[in-house]
T-cell receptor
């Protein structure tokens, strides 16, 4: 089945640093989504991308839908302690028996004040 | 507006016991999903439903059963719990297949099987 490779698995950074993480796939996706999961909670949608090449921002977060439609990137600028959590990418294909999200294994972010 | 509500939040079972996890959504979503989350494994789809009265298998369905008798509820059953089913279980819902808003998740049920 389809798989997403998300990297890095974990990051330990200093408050104020910028963060980059990415997701790659051998398959093409129509939509890329980025979720954040805080401890003890379910994932919450951060950014959704619908078009190849699209660059979308949500506050200090910026995500891009790769031109090949096989990858996506998430950047967090000027990190703060509340950015701590697990960030998941997810790819979505429409139609047929697909239409379910395929999730990456997550990037665990730790921010040192 | 509660979104997706899961009950219970925590549960400890003995091997061989059965239990049902309840998921309720108040957004009138057609699609509902059950995932399990294990360290280093991300989220894996157990079963899903594309509408009231329908269910389908996901990636890791063995040992679980589901029912969607009402549109707003999606139940996950463990017939005979095993330690390998120790996990955090998340329910999610979406408007339709390929919803541009992705999925809305509940806050999870932490299950320990001893």
């Amino acid at each position: 089945g389809q798989q997403l490779n998300q990297s890095p698995q974990s990051m330990f950074i200093q408050e104020g640093e910028d963060v980059s993480m990415n997701c790659t796939s051998s398959s093409i996706f129509n939509t890329w989504l980025w979720y954040k999961q805080e401890p003890g909670e379910g994932p919450v949608l951060l950014i959704a991308l619908y078009k190849a090449g699209e660059l979308t921002s949500n506050g200090r977060l910026t995500a891009q839908f790769g031109i090949t439609r096989k990858d996506s990137f998430l950047n967090i600028s000027a990190s703060i302690p509340s950015d701590v959590g697990i960030y998941f990418c997810a790819g979505l294909n429409y139609g047929g028996s697909q239409g379910n999200l395929i999730f990456g294994k997550g990037t665990k972010l730790s921010v040192k004040p | 507006n509660a979104g997706v509500t899961q009950t219970p939040k925590f549960r400890v079972l003995k091997t061989g016991q059965s239990m049902t996890l309840l998921c309720a959504q108040d957004m009138n979503h057609e699609y509902m999903y059950w995932y399990r989350q294990d360290p280093g494994m991300g989220l894996r789809l157990i079963h899903y439903s594309v509408g009231e009265g329908t269910t389908a298998k996901g990636e890791v369905p063995d040992g679980y059963n589901v029912s969607r008798l009402k549109k707003q509820n999606f139940l996950l059953g463990l017939e005979s719990a095993a330690p390998s089913q120790t996990s955090v279980y998340f329910c999610a819902s979406s408007e339709r297949q390929g919803s541009i808003y992705g999925y809305t998740f509940g806050s999870g049920t932490r299950l320990t099987v001893v």
